[in-house]
């Protein structure tokens, strides 16, 4: 996804508004006439882009209006759609209708006329889906999510738009034909779009009756396929049904309360993502993934892989990423900013952020994990034919999304890797994963390196070090040599014991194919996504 695929930051900010939630959303009637005046109007990402230049658009999506403001002074069509929708200004009744079928907007409520002036009901987002696409986003007006200062806004049933959270979630789901995909929790409908480009049949579900009517208002808005809507918390409003794809950015901070449904799950601690986990494993048909945004709890005398171990279903692969962790007291502020209570009485705010810190403590929580939980369901684990495969790591360090070609060949290497014993390997071939690089480290002029890195520039973008054998093996592999006839050249050039290396080698291999580094020729392991 592109750097202006989106307007608006992460998931836990948003702009502050007093507008109150409105009784009645637009409706869908007229989506495809609209659609088509934004497009006229190069309503996009890109021509945001455009008009506004890079910095007015960055402040943007920090929430600050004032540059976008002074970018929008003309009175072409792009720029009263912006000042409407965007900045949520009012617009002169000649310059809306100049701009958009205004007779059909106001009719389907997405804008209200005032006097001599129009201004919109919701917030529309332009949106760059991951093949170009122009996508629209909707959600309640001052919730389009970005800038430092919080959402903000405590009204019960509130309806963000796309963020952070939302966009990560989006890049690490795995992209095939599926003939059904569940968003639950859909909130905007972000996931559910994305779904409605590779599944034939979408499911979204809410425990809030408005998100759905947002989702509805996105697929329209977006030229996408209509999704089955149902409303309904967790798993209930599907009963049995199944799924091959089951994607969720739920409602996962944890509070000592459940005040806000954008946000707040409504169960104790990280109940909520844990009974997620694992209520998905049996929703989903034989390899099919469930993939969640998370936090759960760093408990006293409790190793956190372990809580999260404890989560996989039976029968299914898991590959879990930390990718941050907050002790309490920066979780705790990081949640009252986004509710705006520290904006409000002081004495207030430091009885809220008591209770925060009293729930922590009843829990013996010391600090807070984000990150990305992904199950496959297995049917050769759930036989017992083969071990499952649980990966738990901590990974802070950046990333390239895309992720989701990578999340599909990490399940692929595992499966190759338990029907694969040493010998097995050593008859393999392989081949260096596309845009592995190697660096020697050392002191300058030094005859021989200290040690060799190879490091990914795509995906994960790991490093790992390697000794010399692993260098020169890995270097080699081009797809035409067995494993075991380059360890025995390689044993030949340096005059190692070629029996010893066969011996000792095939667990660092293992580690390469593991971590991406190395592609098995033979084996059916992706090559995108290193």
Same mark, same amino acid.
């Given at each position: ?198 599944? %034939? ?163 013996? %929580? ?127 050039? %340096? ?36």
């Amino acid at each position: 996804m592109s750097v202006a695929a989106v307007v608006g930051g992460g998931r836990h900010n948003g702009r502050v508004s007093t507008t109150s939630l409105s009784s009645r959303l637009p409706v869908p009637a007229h989506a495809a006439r609209l659609r088509e005046a934004l497009l006229a109007a190069d309503f996009t990402a890109d021509g945001l882009l455009d008009l506004l230049g890079a910095p007015a658009y960055a402040a943007l999506a920090r929430s600050e209006t004032v540059p976008a403001l002074r970018a929008t002074g003309g009175d072409g069509p792009l720029e009263a759609l912006v000042r409407l929708f965007l900045l949520q200004e009012p617009v002169e009744h000649a310059r809306a209708a100049a701009a958009l079928p205004l007779d059909e907007a106001v009719a389907d409520g997405w804008v209200v006329r005032e006097d001599d002036t129009v201004r919109a009901t919701v917030d529309v987002r332009p949106y760059g889906g991951p093949d170009g696409e122009d996508w629209f986003i909707v959600s309640d007006l001052g919730c389009a999510v970005g800038g430092a200062g919080g959402i903000g806004r405590k009204d019960e049933g509130v309806v963000l738009g796309v963020g952070g959270a939302s966009t990560t979630l989006a890049g690490i789901t795995v992209r095939t034909p599926v003939s059904a995909a569940l968003d639950l929790g859909t909130g905007s409908g972000i996931q559910a779009l994305h779904a409605a480009q590779h599944a %034939t049949r979408v499911t979204a579900t809410d425990l809030n009756p408005r998100a759905l009517d947002f989702t509805r208002l996105t697929l329209a808005l977006s030229g996408a396929a209509e999704a089955e809507l149902v409303a309904g918390s967790l798993f209930e409003p599907v009963g049995d049904d199944t799924y091959d794809l089951i994607v969720s950015n739920p409602p996962f901070v944890i509070s000592p309360g459940a005040g806000l449904t954008y946000r707040d799950g409504g169960m104790g601690g990280d109940d909520l993502c844990r009974t997620l986990v694992q209520q998905a494993g049996e929703r989903l048909d034989d390899g099919g993934y469930a993939q969640f945004l998370a936090n759960w709890q760093h408990v006293d005398g409790e190793e956190w892989q372990e809580r999260l171990r404890s989560w996989v279903p039976r029968g299914c692969d898991a590959w879990i990423v930390q990718r941050e962790v907050q002790d309490v007291t920066q979780y705790t502020e990081l949640w009252l900013r986004d509710s705006g209570d520290h904006r409000g009485d002081p004495a207030a705010y430091r009885a809220a952020y008591a209770r925060w810190l009293d729930e922590f403590e009843a829990r013996k %929580t010391r600090a807070i994990g984000f990150g990305w939980i992904t199950i496959r369901r297995n049917g050769a684990v759930e036989s017992g034919a083969v071990e499952p495969s649980i990966v738990i790591e901590e990974w802070p360090h950046p990333v390239e999304q895309p992720l989701g070609p990578t999340v599909r060949a990490h399940f692929e290497r595992q499966d190759y890797l338990r029907t694969h014993d040493d010998a097995a390997l050593l008859a393999d071939r392989f081949t260096l994963a596309p845009e592995v690089v190697q660096e020697q480290v050392g002191l300058p002029g030094a005859e021989d390196p200290e040690h060799v890195v190879l490091r990914q520039n795509r995906g994960m973008r790991r490093a790992t070090r390697v000794d010399h054998v692993g260098a020169g093996f890995a270097g080699v592999c081009d797809g035409t040599l067995s494993a075991g006839r380059i360890l025995d050249a390689i044993g030949q050039l %340096t005059g190692e014991d070629p029996v010893l290396l066969r011996d000792r080698t095939p667990q660092a291999i293992r580690l390469l194919v593991e971590e991406g580094f190395l592609l098995p020729v033979d084996g059916e392991v992706s090559e995108e996504g290193v």
